[in-house]
């Protein structure tokens, strides 16, 4: 028997508007490239991306073709992200920080029909559009008046022109909900990149239950700052939670700065910011530096790469913010984890409570987790066993765009290509990136443990433990350190600071100095370079 509900396709479009006719006054703030702020409402938000709905389909552009963006966070790459996948285009949001030979690789790869982008990014697009031979159409996104008169790129036009013409009236199609909506490629550190291909259902899945109060807990009295950014597997899906919820966006456009996310929490009274841990890095220098504090400001949700607790500390310490440790990857949409307390956590000391904290956290609804040994067998949630971790769920990836790889499930689960452990209240914890795993003497030693004590210390800015060949123990762990600007630091007081704080074989063998670690477009630590950058390395001792 079947029920006798009304079935309603889940569509990126009922988004936008449920925000128009719920939040319309909702504010979306965004900083320009152009410099300045720029106001606006989700009223004025639904309005335009119907526009861009009638001028896509002025251009004739079929359902499932890609629109990409090498775009900033903000109100026009909103507009997009609606006006595309609601029309039932699929939006293909680029990584501006990717090699231009990447960036042409995946464009043809995902057979790009047109590309909106932002001037900052003119000299990218002036050097591969030639070679994009899929894309018919460039936007610049910008008023007319601020085009170039020789851009040197073939037919540009200026986002306000090409939607000025168009009505403001349109109304969504309804079709299948499992259609493709965005899509987004993995960073490819290995081999060439591969994209994870959403759909409309994953989406809307994905986006209410990121906003559940024990996930991101988004509201209409909420401020959002999204610093990840929309090219980033959709700025973990905040743009659509926003929607969802009617609460105000706040967007830094390509003022990623201390001062400038500072300034703009402060003057946009944000209450929920969201970016992995090198961007809070740089925020809390500039506000130590001026003994800053904020006003608004409640709480953070930081992931991307494990975030070190010397960050939670100084958030929840010092600025009263409480940081959300999430984790995920592109092949989940990305929100696989956030570390929220349970009620027997609340009564906890202060140094057992930031035990809990540092894990990534537990599954959220939509999400079921397993740890795995090498044979595949599960391992108990124990938080001492820790193996490859698994993942199934409605927003995860069941196989790459264009089959890329083959099946990447094992028995139905994603192999997630990371190590942790699960303890008995759910709360995963990653010690590795399988590829990241050092081996020493047979056993393992975590490389977040590693960096999170160094980065504790006050002089250190950053820091990568990576595993070196050693004769007698197969790996040892050394760490590459960043100090702070004008901190001094030996090898010797780095290593002696260990002491007692890991077991003696933890401790890294070496440390090495230096003056920047290679950061990947999404502002993870590439270790991969770092490795290829040492590769001459030798012990002290050896
Ligand atoms: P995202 O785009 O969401 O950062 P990627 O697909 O680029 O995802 O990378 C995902 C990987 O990043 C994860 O498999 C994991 O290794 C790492 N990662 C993400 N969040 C965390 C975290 N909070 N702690 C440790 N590692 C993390």
């Known amino acids: 028997m079947l029920g006798l509900m009304q079935s309603q396709q889940l569509l990126i479009s009922s988004l936008i508007d449920f925000a128009e006719r719920h939040h319309s006054e909702g504010e979306i703030v965004s900083r320009r490239v152009e410099g300045d702020i720029h106001r606006c409402?989700?009223?004025?938000?639904?309005?335009?991306?119907?526009?861009?709905?009638?001028?896509?389909?002025?251009?004739?552009?079929?359902f499932g073709d890609r629109i990409a963006t090498l775009a900033w966070n903000g109100y026009r790459h909103l507009e997009l992200y609606f006006g595309v996948s609601g029309s039932g285009r699929v939006l293909h949001t680029l990584n501006p920080r990717l090699h231009p030979d990447q960036i042409v690789w995946i464009a043809n790869?995902?057979?790009?029909?047109v590309l909106c982008f932002d001037m900052t990014f003119l000299p990218i697009i002036q050097?591969?559009?030639?070679?994009?031979?899929?894309?018919k159409h460039f936007i610049a996104l910008c008023d007319a008046d601020k085009l170039p008169a020789d851009s040197g790129v073939p037919g540009l036009v200026s986002y306000e022109a090409w939607i000025a013409a168009q009505s403001e009236k349109y109304v969504w199609p309804a079709f299948d909900e499992n259609s493709a909506s965005s899509m987004c490629y993995t960073s490819g550190t290995t081999g060439n990149p591969k994209a994870a291909l959403y759909s409309h259902r994953s989406t809307i899945l994905h986006a209410w239950a990121g906003a559940l109060p024990d996930a991101l807990n988004m509201s209409a009295r909420d401020s959002v700052l999204p610093v990840v950014p929309m090219f980033h597997v959709n700025a973990w899906g905040l743009p659509y939670s926003a929607a969802m919820t009617g609460a105000k966006l706040v967007?830094?456009?390509?003022?990623?700065?201390?001062k400038s996310i500072f300034e703009l929490i402060e003057s946009e009274k944000v209450t929920f910011a969201a970016g992995v841990p090198t961007v809070w890095q740089m925020m809390l220098g500039h506000m130590q530096q001026g003994g800053l504090k904020f006003s608004t400001l409640k709480r953070t949700v930081i992931g991307g790469s494990a975030c070190p607790p010397a960050m939670i500390t100084a958030f929840n310490d010092v600025y009263g913010v409480e940081v959300l440790h999430a984790w995920g990857m592109t092949e989940m949409s990305p929100l696989g984890t956030v570390c929220t307390l349970k009620?027997?956590?609340?009564?906890?000391?202060?140094?057992?409570?930031?035990?809990?904290?540092?894990?990534?956290?537990?599954?959220?609804?939509?999400?079921?987790?397993?740890?795995?040994d090498e044979e595949g067998k599960e391992l108990p949630w124990d938080g001492k066993a820790y193996g490859d971790l698994l993942v199934k769920g409605p927003w995860v990836i069941k196989e790459y765009f264009k089959g890329e790889g083959g099946s990447p499930l094992v028995d139905g689960w994603f192999p997630t290509g990371d190590v942790a452990t699960i303890d008995p209240d759910g709360y995963m914890q990653i010690t590795d990136r399988s590829?990241?795993?050092?081996?020493?003497?047979?056993?393992?030693?975590s490389s977040i443990d590693v960096e999170n004590i160094a980065m504790s210390h006050p002089a250190v800015?950053?820091?990568?433990?990576?595993?070196?060949?050693?004769?007698?123990?197969?790996?040892?762990?050394?760490?590459v350190v960043v100090k702070k600007p004008g901190a001094e630091l030996t090898r010797e007081a780095l290593l002696a600071f260990y002491e007692g704080k890991t077991a003696k074989w933890q401790v890294p063998d070496d440390v090495?100095?230096?003056?920047?670690?290679p950061l990947g477009g999404t502002g993870k630590m590439q270790k991969t370079k770092l490795r290829e950058l040492l590769k001459d390395y030798q012990f002290p001792s050896a």
């Open 512 to 517: 090495v100095f230096t003056d920047a670690i």
């Open 251 to 258: 967007f830094p456009g390509p003022a990623m700065d201390g």
């Open 461 to 479: 800015a950053m820091a990568a433990c990576i595993g070196m060949r050693h004769p007698k123990w197969d790996e040892r762990p050394i760490v």
């Open 109 to 113: 790869h995902s057979e790009d029909q």
């Open 435 to 445: 590829k990241d795993v050092i081996k020493s003497g047979g056993e393992w030693i």
């Open 41 to 62: 409402t989700y009223k004025d938000i639904a309005k335009r991306s119907r526009k861009v709905a009638n001028a896509l389909d002025h251009m004739k552009l079929g």
């Open 343 to 372: 009620n027997k956590h609340t009564t906890m000391d202060a140094a057992d409570q930031m035990k809990v904290r540092l894990k990534q956290g537990r599954g959220i609804y939509g999400v079921d987790m397993k740890i795995v």
């Open 127 to 135: 050097a591969v559009h030639s070679r994009c031979t899929t894309i």
